[in-house]
């Protein structure tokens, strides 16, 4: 009875405390970060600027191994200044930008990029269109993954796997 009755608890804990599966990390966590942070500035300014840090470190690692393979392609595919701002100003700007609900679900990358379009001065419309852009491209990706057929991904591995062997 005992048994029955921790499978259960267990159970409903596991559901309670499940998260959505995620693609990216986007404007919904970027406004929780002030209240996980106990509302205090300026922890949250530290965990802000540290994910601005880290998103704007890895870009530059992969600028610079695509770009000692081909340096042309690195060019073509990092071109977008996301250096333009300082990390406060990112910060401001991103604040800003998620207090709209239609851009709670792009991404913070392409929303530092949207920041940095906002302080370069790029006519507006290039930016609307930017952000539009971002919005399709979420929605398509997240619609491909929920109408994705697993079993049939689960059985393209094993065949490419079995080749292999």
């Known amino acids: ?21 995620r693609l990216f990390w986007d404007g919904r966590e970027w406004n929780n970060i002030r209240k996980n942070s106990n509302y205090d500035d300026l922890l949250e300014y530290k965990i802000k600027s540290s994910y601005v ?7 530059l690692y992969g600028y610079l191994k695509t770009w000692s393979k081909n340096a042309t392609l690195a ?3 990092f071109g977008e200044s996301v250096d333009y701002l300082s990390v406060r100003e990112v910060i401001k700007n991103l604040n800003y930008f998620y207090e709209d609900p239609l851009n709670s679900y792009i991404p913070i990358p392409s929303a530092i990029i949207i920041a940095n379009l906002y302080g370069q001065r790029v006519p507006i419309n290039v930016i609307e269109k930017y952000i539009q852009d971002s919005r399709d491209w979420v929605n398509s990706l997240v619609l491909d993954l929920d109408t994705l057929d697993y079993s049939k991904l689960i059985e393209e591995k094993y065949f490419k796997n079995q080749k292999g062997n």
């Open 53 to 59: 840090n880290g998103v704007l470190d890895g870009r």
């Open 1 to 21: 009875m005992y048994r029955y009755i921790n499978i259960i608890i267990f159970i409903c804990i596991t559901i309670l405390y499940g998260q959505e599966n």
């Open 75 to 77: 060019n073509e595919a």
